[in-house]
């Protein structure tokens, strides 16, 4: 178990950027991965992106080119670069530690932040 903290969520304009971070207490060993999800009012929480801590990185279509995942392991942290945003990423956003270094499956984490807000206007 490790606990994680997300920060850096607002409100932006359409076209604007926000990074997303989130702080882990605790070991994360180079076998695990780290996950963001998103959920919108009336919707089921949905894949944007994740990192195994051994590097690779994959992401959800309708992010790919405009979110970027990244790490700094010796703060224990993973980060959410957010670029060209769109009304439609407005949602509560999570990040997770899955075991199994690398899930599109909200299941298959097994430690969650308590979330943060991203508001993209028109």
């Known amino acids: 178990q490790v606990d994680l903290v997300e920060s850096g969520g607002g409100s932006v304009q359409a076209g604007g950027s926000l990074r997303l971070s989130c702080a882990a207490s605790g070991r994360i060993f180079s076998s695990h991965g780290m996950g963001w999800f998103r959920q919108a009012p009336g919707k089921e929480r949905e894949f944007v992106a994740s990192l195994r801590w051994s590097g690779n990185t994959y992401y959800a279509d309708d992010v790919k080119g405009r979110f970027t995942i990244s790490k700094n392991s010796a703060e224990n942290t993973v980060y959410l670069q957010m670029n060209s945003l769109k009304p439609e990423d407005t949602a509560v956003y999570y990040c997770?530690?899955?075991?199994?270094?690398?899930?599109?499956?909200?299941?298959?984490?097994?430690?969650w932040g308590q979330g943060t807000q991203v508001t993209v206007s028109s």
């Open positions: 997770a530690r899955t075991r199994r270094g690398y899930s599109k499956m909200a299941a298959e984490y097994d430690s």
